[in-house]
């Protein structure tokens, strides 16, 4: 009983786990005040019919901060790769100077900045909720393994634990979307 009880608590874990990396991965796409190759990694590009990440068809640098530079392998992709960019509606603007594509990040407005951290707090909720669904999920495991007769004190003991997994887990939410709202509201 002990070790389904284990086993329920920690797939709980693994499913709060997976919220917590999904989260992160979004946000990374939430542009707050600095240039990162990530920006573009959602933009397709049509490569001989074949529609591809740019990272498959160019290198993406940030030779500073404010700055993006995507270098195709082949020039003949300089065209497509800045009409993907453009068409991409991530409020870049691509400039071909004939040998690679520079793009500039223009600095956030405030109204844009309270708009992405809005963004964030969506995210951040769409986590919780998964986390919350996997502390559900034990919590009814633990219950049918009561029913197969686990005494009452460790099922609510178990169900502590599971409380405390997710306790841990929404903090966790809370601290990275703070950290992020920082720095999106940094000027």
Same mark, same amino acid.
């Given at each position: 009983?002990?070790?389904?009880?284990?086993?329920?608590?920690?797939?709980?874990?693994?499913?709060?786990?997976?919220?917590?990396?999904?989260?992160? $991965?979004?946000?990374?796409?939430?542009?707050?005040?600095?240039?990162?190759? =990530?920006?573009?990694?959602?933009?397709?590009?049509?490569?001989?019919?074949?529609?591809?990440?740019? =990272?498959?068809?160019?290198?993406?640098?940030?030779?500073?901060?404010?700055?993006?530079?995507?270098?195709?392998?082949?020039?003949?992709?300089?065209?497509?790769?800045?009409?993907?960019?453009?068409?991409?509606?991530?409020?870049?603007?691509?400039?071909?100077?004939?040998?690679?594509?520079?793009?500039?990040?223009?600095?956030?407005?405030?109204?844009?900045?309270?708009?992405?951290? $809005?963004?964030? $707090?969506?995210?951040?909720?769409?986590?919780?909720?998964?986390?919350?669904?996997?502390?559900?999920?034990?919590?009814?495991?633990?219950?049918?393994?009561?029913?197969?007769?686990?005494?009452?004190?460790?099922?609510?003991?178990?169900?502590?634990?599971?409380?405390?997994?997710?306790?841990?887990?929404?903090?966790?939410?809370?601290?990275?979307?703070?950290? $992020?709202?920082?720095?999106?509201?940094?000027?």
């Amino acid at each position: 009983m002990e070790q389904e009880i284990k086993k329920t608590l920690a797939a709980a874990e693994e499913v709060m786990n997976k919220a917590i990396e999904r989260m992160e $991965k979004e946000l990374v796409r939430v542009r707050a005040n600095k240039a990162t190759p =990530s920006m573009i990694d959602s933009v397709k590009v049509d490569y001989y019919g074949s529609m591809v990440p740019i =990272s498959q068809v160019a290198n993406v640098n940030t030779p500073d901060a404010r700055t993006l530079s995507v270098q195709p392998w082949e020039k003949g992709m300089l065209t497509p790769i800045a009409k993907a960019i453009t068409d991409a509606n991530l409020g870049l603007n691509p400039q071909n100077n004939g040998d690679v594509i520079i793009i500039s990040i223009p600095p956030l407005t405030e109204e844009r900045r309270k708009a992405l951290v $809005k963004q964030c $707090k969506t995210i951040a909720e769409d986590a919780k909720v998964s986390i919350r669904q996997g502390r559900k999920e034990a919590n009814e495991s633990i219950k049918i393994i009561q029913k197969n007769g686990l005494p009452e004190d460790l099922a609510k003991k178990a169900e502590t634990t599971s409380q405390d997994i997710t306790n841990k887990f929404i903090a966790t939410v809370d601290r990275v979307i703070a950290e $992020k709202e920082k720095e999106i509201m940094t000027v």
